[in-house]
Nanobody
Framework: QVQLVESGGGLVQAGDSLRLSCAAS????????MGWFRQAPGKEREFVAS????????YYADSVKGRFTISRDNAKNTVYLQMNSLNSDDTADYHC???????????????????WGQGTLVTVSS
């Protein structure tokens, strides 16, 4: 079973950028659609972005569209989330996820996620 480890979180100011990484071990990610989800304190987990196994198709939550970019490097077994123009609403614990479904299905049906990472905390101060 592949294992996922996120990194890159931290404390930033509104308007700043961050790039999160999700490194996989114990298997290859090229058979998985990959996604990022986040959970803010006191709120339910929400979908952020997903990418197909080939990297061709991507989906974004409306709240991050145009600011965040998901990408993957299957050779490095790593998925990225570039986050620009951060605001306080982006403060959350960000989790990487993998599922053997389409990137669209991963976006709308997180029950199909097979592997979750432990999360990396992003805090945006205003």
């Amino acid at each position: 079973q592949v294992q996922l480890v996120e990194s890159g979180g931290g404390l930033v100011q509104a308007g700043d950028s961050l790039r999160l990484s999700c490194a996989a071990s114990g298997g290859t990610i090229n058979i998985y659609a990959m996604g990022w989800f986040r959970q803010a304190p006191g709120k339910e987990r929400e979908f952020v972005a997903s990418i197909s196994s080939s990297g061709v198709n991507t989906y974004y939550a409306d709240s991050v569209k145009g600011r965040f970019t998901i990408s993957r490097d299957n050779a490095k077994n790593t998925v990225y989330l570039q986050m620009n123009s951060l605001n306080s609403d982006d403060t959350a614990d960000y989790h990487c996820a993998a599922g053997k479904v389409s990137s669209r299905t991963l976006a709308i049906a997180p029950g199909y996620v097979e592997v979750w990472g432990q999360g990396t905390l992003v805090t945006v101060s205003s």
